[in-house]
């Protein structure tokens, strides 16, 4: 099963509470406050790894629960702060806040008699545990994507061991030791520990490839993908054969590789979602190239440059920058009998517009069609595979 987006929970851990005690040794039988703090809680920390290709971890384990603080104890003792939890996630997550996160506050616990009272001095500066919004290198500014509204995006995670803070622990409370003063000896409070963040966030995946595979169902991308890659999807004779993205690796004989991602099929209106056109067409925003595959026999009744203006239409409304990537049109099923007298008129209605003819199911033209392929990932810039629409 294919998981490109999916909604959790996260919360981390909770601070431990300080201790109230009081040192009691041999000949020192009033040795002062000696409570200890309480540990810090654990975070939730979100990993990229390049190993993984969807989101169905998440999918069977969506809330994520960060350890939490021991609290403080006796003799000075600090407790044991609460482990993080690394969750690996896909390079390409984009990570959406849904909720508003609460405003950290004191928890107060009336059960436990070493509570901190509201007249004690406020927490101390944190300092055990790093600000995640300035170590964070996967924290971006607030901006607009191409789709629907998702809430408030936090995180866009692109490389490989990139980490983000996504709930920070709570930090421990202070033992009564550190409240005692000259005019207060023998303090009977400590602070209790800080409730850790927590929220519900959208985990999206948008695929990280050189080049993305645009076309209508059933126009040969996922055989053109098998016969450039090692790849194995299904292919059968009929539409929307390939209902989720699949990812295929172009190999050279100097060791170089291309990473192509094979997209579902669109049809028309799929800017507005018909067809699961945003569940498709969010996956081709990072690649570098556009491959626009056409049915030059066109077998389902359509015409090939017809195809060709739509798909350009439903790119265009979806997010005027893809027309701004560099693109290959490639006609396939050339081996059709119709297929070389649709090529010259398609070549006649659309001008300036090269356009390389193959036949994916033969394999004739693949090796000229990878050369191309290289030379135009080559020639595009390397940060349009991590590019976001600014606001307007």
């Known amino acids: 099963m294919f998981v490109d987006e999916v909604k959790i929970y996260a919360r981390a851990g909770h601070g431990g509470r300080g201790c109230v005690a009081f040192r009691r040794e041999k000949f020192r039988p009033k040795g002062g406050p000696d409570g200890g703090d309480g540990g810090d809680g654990g975070s939730v920390i979100l990993r990229a790894d390049h190993d993984l290709n969807n989101l169905i971890a998440q999918y069977y384990q969506p809330r994520l629960i960060a350890e939490d603080g021991e609290h403080g104890l006796g003799k000075g003792m600090k407790g044991r702060s609460g482990r993080d939890l ?10 959406w806040r849904l909720s508003p996160p609460p405003q950290r506050s004191t928890r107060e616990e009336p059960d436990q008699p070493n509570r901190l009272p ?20 996967a924290l971006v500014e607030k901006v607009q994507v191409p789709g629907p509204v998702r809430g408030e995006l936090v995180a866009d995670l692109t490389e490989h061991g990139q ?5 920070r622990g709570g ?3 202070l033992g ?8 207060q000896q023998a303090p009977r409070f400590a602070q209790p520990g800080e409730p850790g963040e ?11 490839a050189d080049v993305g595979l645009v076309g209508y169902p059933n126009a040969g991308k996922s055989t053109l993908l098998t016969a450039i890659s090692r790849a194995r999807p299904k292919i059968a004779p009929y539409p929307f054969t390939t209902l989720h993205p699949q990812i295929g690796i172009v190999e050279y004989p100097d060791y170089k590789r291309l990473v192509v991602c094979d997209v579902p099929g669109l049809i028309e209106g799929a800017h507005r979602n018909v067809g699961l056109g945003h569940a498709f067409l969010r996956h081709i925003e990072r690649c570098k190239v556009l491959l626009i ?7 389902d009744g359509r015409q090939p440059w017809d195809d060709y203006h739509h798909l350009l239409e439903e790119l265009e409304l979806y997010d005027p920058a893809l027309l701004e990537r560099p693109r290959l049109v490639v006609a396939n099923k050339m081996d059709e009998p119709t297929a070389e007298l649709n090529l010259r008129r398609f070549k006649r209605r659309v001008p300036h517009t090269p356009v390389l003819a ?4 033969l394999g004739e033209g693949i090796e000229r069609l990878k050369k191309v392929m290289r030379q135009a990932v080559e020639a595009a810039s390397p940060a349009s595979s991590t590019w976001i629409r600014p606001p307007r």
């Open 358 to 361: 193959i036949s994916a199911g």
């Open 163 to 167: 980490e983000f803070v996504l709930c």
């Open 198 to 208: 927590e929220g519900e966030f959208l985990l999206e995946l948008r695929m990280i």
């Open 293 to 299: 595959l056409l049915d030059m026999a066109g077998t």
């Open 176 to 183: 009564n030791k550190h409240f005692a003063t000259p005019s």
């Open 86 to 95: 690394i969750v690996r996630v896909p390079c390409g997550t984009l990570v």
């Open 171 to 173: 930090r421990g409370g």
């Open 118 to 137: 509201t007249t004690v001095r406020p927490l101390l500066p944190y300092a055990g545990r790093p600000d995640p919004e300035r170590t964070a290198a």
